[in-house]
């Protein structure tokens, strides 16, 4: 209990160091092409929190992010890497397009959770997948969750090109989202949608999950010791199942929150990567909840101002993925080093590191 | 008769140059995978690869050039995956997610820059072909083995050589001990750190070769995002194939036929789906790591820093 609850400042260093030398090696590598530095991030600011319309959109980006970030970190928790958010996503977006487009006449407040529901269980079984190829055949699921997100992909795509593809067939994408079925606006100005208290309410339930209920105690003893935790009687390959259903299921919501929220139909590859930065949300966040809120605000930003960055000041948006991928490799660097104590590097730390007590903790 | 027999040469000649990045990649990763490294930053280093390549074909205005800029570029990227993941001992698998983040963003944004934004890409120099003396003229093998571009060969070649270095060689016995048992490798004197350097850094080599491939050899210019998949196709093939360079070579024209299929639909605009060819090497992986198709047997110490214990 005193270590859970003890705010450790080495792990909270590791994030912002490693964010803001992200940004010095982003300003140089601006600075190289010959654009301005300083330029680029004024318009970064304006884009990502300048008005009511740029701050609204950061949160739009932030919301699928949530999802997709606490679906790596409950599998995460429970000893699984799941690279397949990307997939349990466009799953979930599969089936809340089924249930979107269909049930005229059904009213708002049964027709949006109905769908919402669906997005949830098209992810779950997704991520079901993998966890039932995990313990009844032992395949990895690193592997596993790859090869599926490559497969749902290509499904999306079959569907909106054939079956259901909106008539008079021009456009690869499907009918539009019945409006019974649409998450509302929540901020007038801006395409903010109620898409985010569904991001703010998975948040909640990720901390209850795994500080309060006995499964989510559970599931963190498998995810350390999965040995350990059979012999103590705990079924970790039930857990396994069950934690890969919720987790492919909350990856499924951010294929819910994207169609239902902004898209308004299904469109092939409607997702931009958010299974994928999911993974650096979560690194970044710490695993925990509030970090993860945090992480994926600023990821939003990141991706809401680099429109505004390309636009006013030339440079391309794709440097906002150089700056997500160096932030992953130094936070994961980071804590690695802090883990495993390297004997050159270590030396180095030792200047910047405040006078600790070497507890040899190996995490 | 006739045409069924063309059409079934041209898609085999077409699987032969599809086939080849894949297989260039998933050499690659043979040689990282026996030595316990589970590199998914393929697929990015691939990209890189591909734009390195068009870009130094470009510059040199000589394909060749272009190639070797390509390996050279990636066995950097290499080194910096093997620096993270084997000294600093940093999580493989999301260190090779960053990298295929990072490889989007500096192939993209180094794209706009060099090659502008609007303009059509510039024609770059590609491979050739070569048509083997007497050989190319055998019916109907002649054109379909012995005619084909010139990188083919090259990769063709790469199996036997990884065959044998595997398994007749020491260097390869000692790649294969450090992949299954670092911890006795070690003490039997073999040097784990400096084996899972070199072959991360010469498997990143061929994996940006084979990225180059598609920007010179399959086509004559750089798109974003081009490698779209391939890299993973590659980890699958070497799972499928069993982690051996014949088993990978048979999974890379199986997976490349599928490749040379759909474009094919794609290109006469049929309204098969053409997405489910797609999904084949996938569906066949899975199968294959669940141990319903033949028994996949990885190296033991897969995906694992080695920790010197001193």
């Not at chain 1, 890497?81 to 407040?109: C, D, K």
Request: aromatic fraction near 10%; proline fraction near 4%.
């Amino acid at each position: 209990m005193p270590a859970d609850t003890k705010i450790d400042i080495k792990k909270i260093a590791i994030p912002i160091f490693s964010v803001l030398v992200s940004f010095i090696l982003g300003g140089i590598i601006i600075k190289m092409m010959g654009l301005s530095p300083s330029t680029a991030f004024k318009a970064l600011m304006q884009g990502g929190i300048g008005n009511i319309n740029a701050l609204g959109e950061t949160f739009v980006k932030a919301t699928p992010l949530v999802f997709t970030a606490l679906s790596y970190a409950f599998a995460y928790k429970a000893g699984l890497i799941n690279i397949g958010a990307e997939g349990q996503l466009y799953m979930g977006g599969f089936l809340a397009t089924l249930v979107g487009t269909n049930f005229q006449g059904l009213p708002m407040y049964i027709h949006l959770p109905l769908a919402i529901i669906a997005a949830f269980i098209g992810g779950g079984l997704w991520g079901l997948v993998v966890a039932w190829l995990k313990v009844r055949f032992n395949a990895n699921e690193i592997i596993t969750t790859v090869m599926l997100n490559y497969i749902a992909m290509n499904w999306i795509s079959y569907l909106v090109t054939g079956p259901m593809k909106a008539p008079p067939g021009n456009y690869p994408q499907s009918k539009d989202i019945l409006s019974t079925a649409l998450l509302p606006n929540i901020l007038p100005g801006s395409r903010l949608h109620l898409g985010l208290l569904l991001a703010v309410l998975m948040l909640i339930f990720y901390y209850i999950f795994f500080k309060k209920t006995k499964t989510g105690y559970e599931t963190r003893i498998v995810g350390r010791n999965r040995k350990a935790a059979d012999y103590a009687g705990m079924k970790s390959k039930k857990l396994s199942l069950l934690i890969m259903f919720i987790a492919g299921g909350v990856a499924g919501l951010a294929g819910a929150s994207e169609i239902l929220g902004i898209q308004g139909r299904m469109i092939e590859g409607f997702s931009p990567g958010y299974g994928f930065d999911g993974i650096a949300v979560a690194l970044l966040g710490l695993n925990s909840s509030f970090g993860i809120g945090l992480s994926a605000i600023f990821f939003g930003f990141l991706r809401s101002g680099g429109n505004m960055m390309q636009m006013l000041a030339q440079v391309p948006v794709s440097v906002i993925s150089i700056i997500t991928g160096l932030v992953i490799i130094f936070v994961i660097a980071g804590q690695a080093i802090s883990n495993n104590r390297i004997a050159g590097l270590q030396k180095i730390i030792d200047l910047f590191k405040r006078s600790e007590p070497n507890n040899g903790k190996h995490s | 008769m006739e045409n069924i027999l063309n059409l079934i040469q041209n898609l085999l000649i077409a699987d032969f140059r599809t086939a080849t990045p894949i297989l260039l990649a998933g050499i690659g990763l043979i040689y990282m995978y026996r030595a316990g490294i589970v590199n998914i930053g393929v697929e990015g280093t691939m990209l890189i690869g591909a734009f390195a390549g068009s870009y130094g074909a470009y510059i040199f205005n000589n394909v060749w050039m272009g190639i070797l800029v390509a390996g050279i570029v990636g066995g950097i990227v290499g080194a910096i995956f093997a620096f993270l993941i084997i000294t600093i001992k940093a999580d493989q698998i999301v260190t090779g997610v960053a990298i295929n983040i990072l490889a989007i963003g500096l192939t993209t944004t180094l794209n706009r820059i060099l090659f502008g934004v609007n303009t059509s890409p510039p024609e770059i120099p590609s491979i050739g072909k070569i048509s083997l003396p007497y050989l190319s003229e055998i019916p109907f093998i002649g054109r379909l083995l012995f005619n084909q571009l010139s990188m083919v060969y090259l990769a063709l070649l790469l199996v036997p050589i990884t065959y044998y270095i595997f398994y007749k060689t020491t260097i390869g016995l000692k790649i294969r001990a450090v992949g299954d048992h670092p911890k006795a490798a070690d003490t039997a004197g073999v040097n784990v750190f400096k084996v899972r350097y070199w072959t991360t850094i010469f498997g990143s080599m061929l994996a940006g070769i084979g990225g180059a491939f598609l920007s010179t050899g399959i086509l004559s210019f750089f798109t974003e995002d081009m490698v779209a998949g391939r890299g993973f196709i590659a980890l699958a093939a070497v799972i499928f194939g069993n982690w051996n360079p014949w088993g990978v070579l048979g999974a890379s024209l199986l997976f490349g036929f599928g490749d040379a299929i759909q474009i094919r639909i794609q290109a006469m605009g049929s309204n098969i789906p053409y997405q489910f060819l797609i999904m084949v090497p996938y569906l066949l992986t899975i199968t294959a790591l669940a141990g319903l198709v033949g028994k996949v047997n990885p190296p033991k110490a897969s995906a694992e820093p080695y920790i010197k214990e001193e």
